[in-house]
């Protein structure tokens, strides 16, 4: 048992320090400058550059309540998830049954069983408050938004405005993309239940998934090509 229970635990630690430095990576080291996540911060300015000189700024509307409307969709389901969640932690003798009869699953012990779905509870806890911290952030953007004149009117002042509105849509996509990494992770976390080197394995394998999608992907080289 105390060889089992080493092994959860470093499976548990390998898989925090692959999201905790993957999200470093991502947002906090210079290698942030050659991801997707740059690519589109840029794209947001020249958005907003442009909504300035707009008469009719319907099409930014829209734009900001499809942003809205898909992380609202992610919020709500997560809720679902995390519902689910609590609902398998009050039949875990059932879950652990079923569990037994499966081939190649470890069927741990209750209370290591209990542990694991509160751990994937708080994963997505948080995946939770990304998203809706995102959703305030879109709607602070709108209001901002609505309240810069028309372009003939448009000052220096205005143009700040522009750029605030860039940055703040840019950290409302920068916590959307915190809760989709999360569900990425929390799908890899699913293999905890199969066998802690599985979980290992899945957390690494994600890691990889999302290196090549941010720094490797097709989207990248067309949104970074010139001419």
């Given at each position: 048992?105390?060889?089992?229970a080493?092994?959860?635990?470093?499976?548990?630690?390998?898989?925090?320090?692959?999201?905790?430095?993957?999200?470093?990576?991502?947002?906090?080291s210079?290698?942030?400058?050659?991801?997707?996540?740059?690519?589109?911060?840029?794209?947001?300015?020249?958005?907003?550059?442009?909504?300035?000189?707009?008469?009719?700024?319907?099409?930014d509307?829209?734009v900001?309540?499809?942003?809205?409307?898909?992380?609202?969709f992610?919020?709500?389901?997560?809720?679902?998830?995390?519902?689910?969640?609590?609902?398998?932690?009050?039949?875990?003798?059932?879950?652990?049954?079923?569990?037994r009869?499966?081939?190649?699953?470890?069927?741990?012990?209750?209370?290591?069983?209990?542990?694991r779905?509160?751990?994937?509870?708080?994963?997505?806890?948080?995946?939770?408050f990304k998203f809706?911290?995102?959703?305030?952030l879109?709607?602070?953007?709108?209001?901002?938004?609505?309240?810069l004149?028309?372009?003939?009117?448009?000052?220096?002042?205005?143009?700040?405005?522009?750029?605030?509105?860039a940055?703040?849509?840019?950290?409302?996509?920068?916590?959307?993309?915190?809760?989709?990494?999360?569900?990425?992770?929390?799908?890899?976390?699913?293999?905890?239940?199969?066998?802690?080197?599985?979980?290992?394995?899945?957390?690494?394998?994600?890691?990889?998934v999302l290196?090549?999608?941010?720094?490797?992907?097709?989207?990248?080289?067309?949104?970074?090509?010139?001419?």
């Open positions: 048992m105390t060889t089992i080493a092994l959860d635990l470093a499976a548990f630690l390998w898989f925090a320090l692959c999201w905790v430095g993957y999200a470093l990576a991502v947002d906090h210079p290698l942030r400058r050659r991801s997707v996540i740059a690519a589109m911060d840029r794209y947001r300015e020249r958005w907003m550059e442009s909504m300035i000189r707009r008469d009719n700024r319907m099409v509307v829209q900001v309540r499809t942003l809205v409307r898909s992380t609202v992610f919020a709500s389901t997560t809720i679902f998830v995390i519902a689910g969640l609590v609902a398998v932690l009050g039949a875990v003798d059932e879950v652990l049954r079923l569990m009869d499966v081939p190649f699953v470890e069927a741990p012990g209750r209370t290591l069983s209990e542990l779905v509160l751990a994937l509870i708080l994963v997505f806890t948080y995946v939770f809706s911290w995102a959703i305030r879109y709607n602070n953007c709108a209001v901002i938004l609505g309240s004149p028309q372009p003939p009117e448009c000052a220096d002042a205005e143009r700040a405005d522009g750029r605030r509105i940055a703040v849509v840019g950290r409302a996509a920068r916590h959307f993309n915190g809760g989709l990494r999360g569900y990425y992770f929390g799908l890899g976390y699913l293999a905890w239940f199969v066998h802690p080197w599985a979980f290992m394995a899945a957390s690494a394998w994600v890691v990889l290196i090549r999608r941010e720094f490797r992907s097709a989207t990248l080289r067309v949104l970074t090509e010139r001419g």
